[in-house]
Each structure stands twice: as C-alpha cells, then as structure tokens.
C-alpha cells in the first residue's frame, strides 16, 4: 500500500507563498501518471485545485480560482509533487491534500490520497 505525504503548510500573510510537497511511501519506481491537489475549507466540501499529468509533467490543469497564482509540478524523485502558491488570499486558508493515481485524472478517481496539511492565510 502506498501512502503519501503533505508538507509545507503553515500560517502566512495574505500575498505570501507557501510551496507544498507531496511524497509517496515508495520512490523507487513511478507509481503515479497524476498528482492532483485538492482543499477542504471549514464548512465547505473538498475541492479541486491542480492536477499535474506525466512523470515529466508534462500537462496540468487547473481550478479557475488559482488565476494562474498556483503552479503545480513534478519532482525528479518518482511519485512526488508540488504545489507552489504565490499571492495568497485569506480565502485560500484550507486543509490541503494531494492524491495520485495510476492513470490520467483531472478532479475525481484518484486512489490514493494523503492526511492534508493545513494552509492559513492572515489579512
């Protein structure tokens, strides 16, 4: 069973950066065509937010709030990813977590998934 790994959360003002990292129990061999990014703010559902495709990232998606402030990417050890957020808003602050997945995802059917990492923006 692989398990993954959220890190680089924390508290930051609003139009800081934080950069998460996601890591998988297993870096030996490429398990993962995708590693998406999704967040659950208090009281709302979890939600979509990047997804990088190819052990080179070779294409990636996003959710129409990140405006091109979020950039998602691949690491050179297998089965780890990225989540840069550069001018965050206090409405970013979310329990973040990363999920992968064998096959070519966007924002559902992944099946491994990380705990989160928590993600506070301050005004």
Not at 81 to 110: H, I, K, W
Request: charged share 20%; proline share 2%.
């Amino acid at each position: 069973q692989v398990q993954l790994v959220e890190s680089g959360g924390g508290l930051v003002q609003a139009g800081g950066s934080l950069r998460l990292a996601c890591t998988a129990s297993r870096r030996t061999i490429n398990l993962f065509d995708t590693i998406g990014w999704f967040r659950q703010a208090p009281g709302k559902e979890r939600e979509f937010v990047a997804a990088v495709i190819g052990t080179g990232g070779e294409l990636t998606h996003y959710a129409d709030f990140t405006e091109g402030r979020f950039t998602a990417s691949r690491g050179k050890v297998p089965n780890t990813g990225f989540l840069q957020m550069n001018s965050l808003r206090v409405e970013d602050t979310a329990v973040y977590y990363c999920a992968g997945s064998p096959f070519q995802r966007r924002d559902r059917g992944y099946e491994y998934w990380g705990q989160g990492t928590q993600v506070t923006v301050s005004s």
